[in-house]
């Protein structure tokens, strides 16, 4: 970070952080820092609100529409810890800890975590709480009261009770945990120890998977619930799942007697070409041309961070092309094209002397932002869509011109720290990157009443793909070892949480989920209401990665297309729905290679050439 000029692009603010506390920008949790009157989050499978004196918890109820699963936040179980403010004091990936205060100091640290049924507080002054009833005893030190037909269990073994009062000393703990309507309070009471104080993320690749294990610290017992929205993810067999069982818009989610979380998923290899070696060669000499032709027509670039790193991957793209078809002049021409338009964004100080096409370091929000933002970029949004695409683009440069890698280095690690770097004091580790659920967020501040949010889940792999190929391009294998795990995990989220997710509930009318939100699952789009923009969200920017975990299940290829209606490949994004479905069946390939042969318009990040030379690859694929 040190070679990049220092900026404050954003005007957020920022009322609700500690000293000292890097703000938790993309996180599940980033409202609680930025938003002034606090919004929800949703450490499932609860909903939690911040508010000045306390906070308030549910076990949030379902709701389903045609175009919409939702368990948003409706009030619940308020608990007054006597405070004036709040601020978030301590924060990893998958939890975090608040700090409340009054005008004589500290009154509470309460810590929320995802997987946690758990809400703990740690009290710092004698806290004396105001239940809605009388609560009942179910074991030493643990009570229950029952609000809106849901049972609260609240285990305080230094606590008293005096009628709907409840007393924690200073030192003294409170766990509120709310069970499912099928858990067995004893065993429940019986399974919660000291309160969970952080988790500890430890993820890593193997031969065939990529792993991940949460441990839920400062506990010898707690219960911790699996994300249901992962197939592939399970607890131990040694550990007790009978605790119950929630029902959330991700699917139901088992309680379980334990301090860990562990499953795998696929492992991914990232890929920059497509294999060809099959096809004819009046294919590979007009893909060639017309890889020519794209190049030649390629306008000047943009200067944002967003449409400006789409079209340096398009170059990119079309120079790996060239290279794997052999063309050594083609490629020349196109690495040239690419190195003159990469030049002024990897000049590390070049925002001191102009305006655009340079990054800058804000040490108000920790963030690497470009000069010229987008869609929000200068908060935090979308850095990874964003920043995939320029490292994306700089490892085929690099791929082609190993000699340039020291002068894209400088520039190109700081964007890949800003999203993917480990720990350290300029960034956040692993800032955009939820391990929980096994997808990044694109919100930076999440100001919103659902929680945080994905929608393009494709340019979330892209991104973690352009990680891992520029990773490799700069001999940098820790880095390649976590972006391979992001990229695993990403890709196993896009298909069984966005593209093919199973048991969706009855009356919601679609096969996919196009924003996945802490609270809810939307058939949506940020920017258009056409259903081929909700699909073609999914498939931008289709590459050699995309055949990897789209072309598993051709059967639902084809309905994802169904769904999108009549105008799947003649609406926004077209281009890219027409292309999915190649994927569906051998004829729909062939449908795709005549309509992009005589189609004229591409998306700004793709091109005619880029288009069939994936329907090739679909076709050489399967034979």
């Not at 389903?64 to 990936?93: C, E, K, M, Q």
């Not at 196009?514 to 073609?536: C, N, Q, Y």
Request: hydrophobic share 45%.
């Amino acid at each position: 970070m040190s070679a990049l000029p220092v900026e404050q692009i954003s005007s957020a603010a920022i009322p609700h952080l500690a000293d000292g506390v890097a703000p938790p920008t993309s996180r599940w949790y980033a409202s609680l820092a930025f938003s002034d009157p606090g919004v929800p989050v949703y450490p499932t499978p609860l909903a939690f609100l911040a508010t000045g004196d306390g906070f308030t918890v549910q076990r949030p109820a379902m709701s389903v529409s045609p175009t919409s699963i939702a368990a948003p936040f409706t009030g619940g179980l308020h608990l007054d810890l006597g405070a004036t403010d709040y601020r978030v004091a301590r924060t990893d990936p998958v939890s975090v800890t608040i700090a409340y205060t009054d005008a004589t100091g500290p009154r509470a640290r309460v810590t929320i975590a995802e997987g946690s049924p758990i809400v703990a507080v740690a009290a710092e002054s004698d806290l004396d709480l105001v239940l809605p009833e009388t609560p009942t005893e179910v074991a030493a030190g643990a009570w229950t009261v029952t609000l809106d037909g849901a049972v609260h269990l609240l285990v305080a073994p230094q606590a008293e009770t005096d009628g709907s009062a409840l007393r924690v000393p200073a030192g003294g703990t409170l766990q509120v945990a709310v069970p499912p309507d099928d858990g067995d309070l004893a065993a429940w009471a019986a399974a919660i120890g000291e309160p969970v104080t952080g988790v500890a993320v430890t993820g890593g690749v193997g031969d065939e998977g990529a792993d991940t294990r949460l441990d839920y610290e400062g506990t010898d017992r707690t219960v911790v619930v699996p994300f249901a929205g992962l197939d592939a993810g399970s607890t131990s067999p040694a550990d007790d799942c009978t605790l119950g069982t929630y029902d959330t818009p991700y699917g139901a989610a088992s309680a379980c007697a334990s301090t860990t979380l562990e499953w795998s998923v696929p492992r991914i290899a990232p890929a920059a070409e497509y294999d060809l070696a099959g096809t004819d060669d009046a294919t590979r000499a007009s893909l060639l041309a017309q890889a020519s032709d794209d190049l030649a027509a390629t306008g000047a670039l943009p200067d944002d961070t967003y449409f400006g790193g789409k079209a340096l991957a398009r170059l990119g793209d079309l120079l790996s092309l060239a290279r794997t078809l052999g063309d050594a002049d083609l490629a020349t021409r196109i690495a040239d094209r690419l190195a003159a338009e990469l030049e002024p964004w990897t000049v590390a100080d070049g925002c001191a002397t102009r305006a655009a096409k340079c990054f800058v370091y804000d040490d108000r929000l920790h963030l690497v932002v470009g000069k010229e933002v987008g869609f929000g970029a200068e908060d935090g949004n979308d850095h990874h869509f964003h920043y995939g695409y320029f490292l994306a683009a700089a490892a085929s440069l690099a791929a082609a011109r190993p000699d340039l890698v020291d002068e894209l280095r400088p520039v190109m690690n700081a964007l890949a720290a800003d999203v993917a770097g480990g720990s350290g004091d300029a960034l956040t580790a692993l800032r955009v990157f939820d391990p929980y659920r096994g997808h990044s967020w694109a919100a930076g501040l999440a100001p919103f009443a659902d929680g945080n949010n994905q929608e393009s889940s494709s340019e979330a792999v892209a991104a973690w793909n352009g990680l891992a190929l520029w990773a490799e391009a700069s001999g940098d294998d820790e880095l390649l070892r976590r972006a391979e795990w992001l990229l695993s995990n990403e890709a196993a989220a896009a298909r069984t949480l966005w593209l093919e997710p199973t048991d969706l509930p009855a009356g919601y009318a679609h096969t996919i989920v196009s924003i996945s939100w802490g609270a809810k699952r939307d058939d949506a789009t940020w920017f258009s209401a056409e259903p081929s923009a909700i699909l073609g969200i999914q498939a931008l920017p289709l590459g050699p990665v995309s055949l990897e975990y789209f072309a598993g299940d051709p059967a639902r290829v084809a309905e994802n297309v169904a769904d999108a209606g009549d105008t799947a490949f003649t609406g926004p994004l077209g281009d890219y729905v027409q292309a999915y479905s190649a994927l569906g069946s051998p004829d729909a390939a062939s449908a795709a290679a005549t309509a992009f042969a005589a189609r004229t318009t591409f998306d700004d990040g793709w091109s005619k050439a880029l288009a069939l030379a994936w329907v090739a690859a679909v076709r050489a694929r399967s034979g």
